[in-house]
Nanobody
Framework: QVALVESGGGSVQSGGSLRLSCAAS????????MGWFRQAPEKGREGVAT???????NYADSVKGRFTNSQDNAKNTLYLQMNSLKPEDTAVYYC???????????????????WGQGTQVTVSS
């Protein structure tokens, strides 16, 4: 079993920054891919960033140049540094892990089999 716990969400003004953390426990070393997703009210879940177990990182176009995805393997923790935040970044942010298929590491929620409970990020204008 894998457990993922997000933290670091909050409310900021436009242009501000937040850093989200995702603490992983269990057999997380077996994850082929870790990812961040977000879901705004009345919208579908959107992929934000992924990091493959070989270190390759991918970002959604909407966050490129503003968000940075990283991980600390010693701490089993995934981070999402979010800078230059915009009101449209407002959403619940989720951490996810793919431990089933080594060929899948994309911005699609169906590729991930473990999920955290989410943390709210609110950006005001």
């Amino acid at each position: 079993q894998v457990a993922l716990v997000e933290s670091g969400g909050g409310s900021v003004q436009s242009g501000g920054s937040l850093r989200l953390s995702c603490a992983a426990s269990g057999y997380i070393y077996s994850a082929y891919c870790m990812g961040w997703f977000r879901q705004a009210p009345e919208k579908g879940r959107e992929g934000v960033a992924t990091i493959r177990n070989d270190g390759f990182i991918n970002y959604a176009d909407s966050v490129k140049g503003r968000f940075t995805n990283s991980q600390d393997n010693a701490k089993n923790t995934l981070y999402l540094q979010m800078n230059s935040l915009k009101p449209e970044d407002t959403a619940v942010y989720y951490c996810a892990a793919n431990t089933q298929n080594k060929y899948l590491c994309g911005l699609y929620s169906s590729m991930f089999n473990y999920w955290g409970q989410g943390t709210q990020v609110t950006v005001s204008s």
